[in-house]
């Protein structure tokens, strides 16, 4: 087991009526607040009322940035950066999910700099020593970004999605409310639950050795994922079932379950290519390639974890064999997320060919081998792609 440090300053208001300390909480970090949102939902439902009410009532000063696209781009991030400088912004207000939230990061480092935001994701080199400080109210249960200090970032120009952490990138204060998630479409709540499985699936599989405990957390994490997301695609406003999706949602991804690994990701890095192109969901993009990569990565070195997997989140009949459970826990995956969570299966259904994937694939491992669970070359990538369709 690795040594590690663990330290996650992020403030979560938690449940219903939490917005009434918004204000208190945006005070002490400035008067003049950049808002920003995407498409214009929280218009629809009256988050947007919400929340400048809110801000109304504490006196502060607003400006604001919709439009945030579910693949954030960095001509979005550029233009938040600007209006810091312009508007001598003092705090960042991410009202959205993972994407807005994602943008306002980079947007909230951009404003503190002169060069261009995006030589934070294309030359890694680059620091990353300070940003605006960023408060989120979270509408989608999914990346995890509410909590912490990560974020992706989308280049139509050079097809490139990259993504990038640093602590400066820490929202101060997330609002977590399992009220806000009741609007989101049936697709969405799916694939945001497929991108939670994914978090907790990467951090899972792994060759090293590592806490019992925390191979506990994350089997429980996986359970309720699978437990819940039926609950909250059936009834939109089970607030039982948001709740505990909104909260895995953070946990899968907020550090802990690390637990000092230093292993890569494999899946994240193989889908970033595909949406960078495609710019297809996220979580949607996983859900296709995670079974698909589980299925190349087992061999008899690799099968000890499948066991694990299968017996402890999907109750599998322990008595087979190894190799029975542990082909029957890649099949349990695929139907939870193709049939339970209804998503299609395969990149055809998404129109995506394979004309693309030696591309793909050579980023992805940028150009030798990607560390993971199983160590990945081009040709493994391309095979996994082919997998998909």
Request: glycine fraction near 8%; aromatic fraction near 8%; hydrophobic fraction near 40%.
């Amino acid at each position: 087991m690795n040594s590690f440090i663990y330290d996650i300053p992020v403030k979560v208001y938690f449940g219903e009526n939490q917005l009434s300390h918004l204000g208190e909480e945006l005070l002490p970090l400035g008067k003049r607040v950049l808002l920003t949102y995407g498409g214009g939902s929280i218009k629809k439902t009256g988050l947007y009322d919400a929340v400048t009410a809110e801000l109304n009532k504490a006196g502060l000063e607003v400006f604001e940035l919709p439009g945030i696209e579910p693949n954030p781009r960095i001509d979005s991030v550029r233009k938040g950066a600007r209006m810091c400088k312009e508007h001598h912004i003092d705090v960042l207000l991410a009202v959205g999910g993972g994407s807005t939230i994602d943008a306002a990061k980079f947007m909230a480092a951009g404003a503190c700099v002169e060069h261009d935001p995006w030589e934070f994701l294309a030359k890694p080199e680059t620091p990353i020593d300070k940003a605006l400080p960023i408060v989120s109210i979270l509408t989608l249960s999914a990346t995890g970004s509410e909590m912490d200090c990560g974020g992706v970032i989308s280049n139509p120009e050079t097809l490139d999605k990259i993504g990038r952490m640093a602590r400066p990138l820490l929202p101060r204060v997330s609002f977590l409310d399992p009220t806000l998630t009741y609007t989101v479409s049936r697709y969405q709540t799916a694939c945001g639950s497929a991108d939670m499985m994914s978090h907790i699936l990467e951090e899972y599989f792994t060759m090293e050795h590592d806490l019992y405990m925390l191979d506990c957390m994350m089997e429980g994490l996986m359970k309720t994922i699978v437990k819940y997301t039926p609950a909250a695609m059936a009834e939109p406003k089970n607030y039982e079932a948001r709740a505990n999706l909104m909260w895995a949602s953070s946990w899968a991804i907020n550090g802990f379950i690390c637990g000092g690994k230093r292993q890569a990701w494999s899946c994240h890095p193989i889908e970033h290519e595909l949406s960078a192109i495609y710019d297809i969901t996220h979580g949607h993009g996983l859900a296709i390639i995670t079974p698909r990569w589980m299925e190349h990565c087992l061999d008899e070195t690799t099968l000890f974890k499948y066991v694990q997997f299968g017996v402890n989140v999907f109750g599998i009949d322990s008595r087979l064999s190894p190799m029975e459970i542990a082909r029957e826990s890649i099949r349990r995956l695929s139907g939870f997320l193709f049939d339970t969570l209804e998503l299609p299966s395969t990149f055809t259904a998404l129109g995506i060919g394979r004309e693309h994937f030696p591309a793909m694939a050579r980023k992805a491992c940028a150009g030798g081998v990607l560390p993971g669970f199983k160590p990945l070359r081009q040709a493994d990538i391309e095979k996994i792609f082919e997998m998909c369709l």
